[in-house]
């Protein structure tokens, strides 16, 4: 969606400059197509000239960040992921009622910046398992636990496991925080990677649930690679005669899935299989700002609807899809 959210901006304001706050997602090929289209993306938003079109990445930001962009008089467009916009929410809420939020997840990334930055004195970003035998809280009896939504949901289980062995009151959200798309990815690889030699997973090394895939595979037994596109592929790494899952980040696009496959198969033959772990059929609307924006120019977005997941090959990369690709007496 957030992708979906600057192609609609460029083509609504033809000869405007289009900002971004931070990378529109983490993927380096996603970054380096819009920059070619004229889409400046910034870390410090000192740099967007006042008036601007500016829009915020699917990681989401704080008030903070959103009243300055009001004070600048930037017109803003929100392309926050939902799930991340439900964390935002929950954030929000549970410190209204006077909970301590532990929020799990990586400090420095993005998304946890932005929702820490909804109850900046309410929430405690807590990163390991070690680090909660030292945590100092206010109140046992009033903590609730959030978490980053791109994380490996082995990882946050072994963190929240520590959390409720230290705090057995802990209150946890009415449903999982981790996103449905990066969950599937992730059970897929458990299931599949353990019948394949190596498993590639598409994505950027600024990617956290690309990383996330990575290990997991890595975890459960098999070689894993996280390469950007065929490009980083170091054909040394096989022999001719090895199974291998492809999967990929969440953002990556699929035509360099399906690059990566087309190499495979010319180099080594074989056959390409499709696994659908799960059917994905979840729609999110554009977003009102962008809609708005729409209506300004003549154009109406109100039916638009950007469909996650879909069972045909070219379409893999945005659904639980795992493809593998055997070569096997090659």
Sequence with gaps: MAVDVVSQTISLLPGEKVYVFHEIVHNRHVVNRFQ??????????????????????????????????????????????????KVHSECIRYARQGYEILLVGHANHQ??????????????????????????????????????????????????????????????????DICYATTNRQ?????????????LVVGSKNSSNSVRLTEIAQNVGTAARL????????????????????????????????????ELLQRFGGELEQREIVNEDVEFGLPLSLRKLGKAKGVDLDDSRIRVGAPTITRATYGAVALTVSAKGK
């Design 187 to 199: 059970n897929a690889v458990r299931q599949i990677a353990p019948e394949c030699d190596i498993v």
């Design 36 to 85: 070619q289209q004229g889409v400046v993306f910034v870390e410090d938003l000192a740099e967007v000239p006042p008036g601007s079109i500016l829009v915020f990445s699917a990681h989401g930001v704080s008030p903070e960040v959103r009243e300055y962009s009001r004070s600048r008089g930037f017109q803003t467009i929100d392309a926050t992921c939902p799930l991340v916009t």
């Design 227 to 262: 390469i950007d596109d065929v490009s980083e592929v170091d054909w040394s790494w096989f022999k001719g005669d090895e199974t291998v899952m492809i999967t990929a980040g969440a953002s990556a696009p699929e035509d360099l899935v399906a690059a990566l496959c087309r």
């Design 111 to 176: 998304e946890v910046v932005g929702t820490r930055g909804e109850a900046p004195e309410a929430v405690t970003v807590v990163e390991s398992a070690e680090q909660v035998a030292s945590l100092k809280v206010r109140d046992e009896n009033k903590l609730v636990y959030l978490t980053q939504t791109t994380l490996s949901t082995d990882d946050a289980g072994v963190i929240i496991a520590a959390l409720k062995a230290r705090f057995p009151n802990l209150k946890e959200p009415p449903s999982s």
